[in-house]
């Protein structure tokens, strides 16, 4: 993973792969007036927050990029890090097997990396069949600001999940409140009465429940909102 500032914007690279469509306009990480860098932390209402887990085995500052090897670590305790893999898996081709897929905060695919979200969103459509996903659900966040440039990037990129009529449910993340309610106004229950799964939506709208069928069994996918929890609990309830 490498961090580069140039003194006004940010870009962090892991494994030759941009985090980030265009550098952050950021000096520093966590960018906070008169503070340096964190690392191994990140700070949350101007403290320290212990999001950070796992071990940092290395770490090289430099003010130029540096050769492969002259930064690559040379006594590395894990000989063989774990990558991800594209061979075939029997618990997700198992015929016989079924699976539900979450797909979490999509905000910055929204706002810099569009491609890499339409990237997602078709290989699930072309996915869900043959790897027997009965519903796919979006956890929030799937925008990282209210805008319409970000909420235009998931629309195009969802409408591959709609061409293909595969099943999908939605929450709202705290990013993706504003005013007007552009989540509603985007991914509200209209968007959704037509698909034989959805069965309805509390007073609010922003949360709904499904039923998937899959197997021997009927599964309830509900969608509690977290913004409106506790008038939604009592609508989530009766089910």
């Known amino acids: 993973m490498a961090v580069v ?3 006004s914007t940010t870009t962090l690279t892991l494994n030759g792969v941009s985090d980030y469509g265009e550098s952050e306009k950021a000096i520093g990480i966590a960018a906070l007036k008169g ?6 932390a990140t700070e ?17 500052i430099a003010n130029k990029a540096l050769t492969e090897k002259e930064w690559l670590v040379q006594d590395a305790r894990d000989d063989e890090p774990f990558e991800g893999s594209n061979k075939s898996f029997p618990l997700l081709t198992n015929k016989k097997n079924y699976n539900f897929l979450f797909i979490p905060d999509t905000q910055k695919y929204s706002s810099q990396n569009p491609e890499i ?13 043959k790897n027997n996903i009965i519903m796919n659900t ?3 966040d799937i925008v990282d600001s209210d805008s319409e440039k970000q909420w235009q990037n998931s629309l195009i990129a969802i409408s591959h999940l709609d ?49 998937a ?16 929890l506790h008038k939604d609990l009592e609508w989530s309830k009766k089910f």
């Open 163 to 211: 061409k293909k009529e595969v099943p999908y449910m939605m929450a709202a993340g705290n990013h993706d409140y504003a005013a007007g309610d552009p989540f509603l106004a985007h991914y509200g229950p209209q968007r959704f009465m037509n698909k034989k799964y959805y069965k309805g939506s509390s007073l609010s709208r922003y949360s709904s429940y499904a039923i």
């Open 213 to 228: 069928k899959a197997g021997s069994y009927e599964y309830l996918v509900l969608i509690v909102d977290m913004k409106n």
């Open 138 to 140: 979006f956890v929030g």
């Open 117 to 129: 979200f339409n990237s997602q969103m078709n290989w699930i459509s072309n996915n869900t069949k």
């Open 35 to 40: 503070k340096g860098w964190n690392i191994g």
């Open 5 to 7: 500032n140039d003194g």
């Open 44 to 60: 949350l209402g101007n403290k320290l927050d212990a999001l950070f887990g796992g071990n940092i085995q290395e770490i090289r």
